[in-house]
């Protein structure tokens, strides 16, 4: 079945940019997106289509995607941008069409 | 602006049905530019997709669940439900539905907890 692959913690500094990678088999034939949840909150989408922000999601964040491996840029980062990510691809050529990266915990030391 | 409430029991026990409805406020649903989903989460997990219904009222079932998922939608009332069969202990978690643009969700309810557990 279709996985995709996040590394389970990033850690950065505030001030600093933060990359969090999202890797799975031929994701470059596929539109990627990122989502931003807080504790005891509900995911918010800040990436769509590989590398377009959705209104109200600062510049800071953008996505890229290069080969099988997405990436969510984070630039300046700052303490509320701690949170977990997840990367989502939809793949149409398997009968699992939503598929969800395992997650990646957003540490701003 | 747009919301999504999720509502149903936050109890079921195992071998039951569970049951959810989110409705939908703030927007139409008459839209074919949006389907509309159920996201779940295990406590301390990652995000894991059950299924979307899509304006023509086609559904898409995650494989792993697809013989104990319905999903169905009531336009008028403007909801739109969940209802899993067959419960174990370890789909206890947070149910989310979500509005789905092409192939993102980019608006979510706030989840409802479904403990499932005798």
């Known amino acids: 079945s279709y996985e995709l692959t996040q590394p389970p913690s990033v850690s950065v500094s505030p001030g600093q940019t933060a990359t969090i990678s999202c890797s799975g088999a031929r994701l470059g034939n596929k539109y990627t997106c990122w989502y931003q949840q807080k504790p005891g909150q509900s995911p918010v989408l800040v990436i769509f289509q590989n590398n377009k922000r959705p209104t109200g999601i600062p510049q800071r964040f953008s996505g890229s995607i290069s080969g099988d491996t997405a990436t969510l840029t984070i630039s300046g980062t700052q303490a509320t941008d701690e949170a977990d990510y997840y990367c989502?691809?939809?793949?149409?050529?398997?009968?699992?069409?939503?598929?969800f990266g395992g997650g990646t915990r957003l540490t701003v030391l | 602006q747009l919301q999504l409430q999720e509502s149903g029991p936050g109890l079921v026990k195992p071998s039951e049905t569970l049951s959810l409805t989110c409705t939908v406020s703030g927007g139409s649903m008459r839209s074919s530019s949006y389907s509309w989903g159920w996201i779940r989460q295990p406590p301390g997990k990652g995000l894991e997709w059950i299924g979307s219904?899509?304006?023509?009222?086609?559904?898409d079932y995650n494989p792993s669940l697809k013989s104990r998922v319905t999903i169905s939608i009531d336009t008028p009332k403007k909801q739109f439900s969940l209802r899993l069969s067959s419960v174990t202990a370890a789909e206890t978690g947070v149910y989310y539905c979500?509005?789905?643009?092409?192939?993102?969700?980019?608006?979510w309810g706030q989840g409802t907890l479904v403990n499932v557990s005798s």
């Open positions: 979500a509005r789905q643009e092409q192939l993102w969700f980019e608006t």
């Open positions: 219904i899509y304006y023509s009222g086609n559904t």
């Open positions: 989502q691809a939809w793949d149409s050529t398997t009968t699992l069409h939503v598929i």
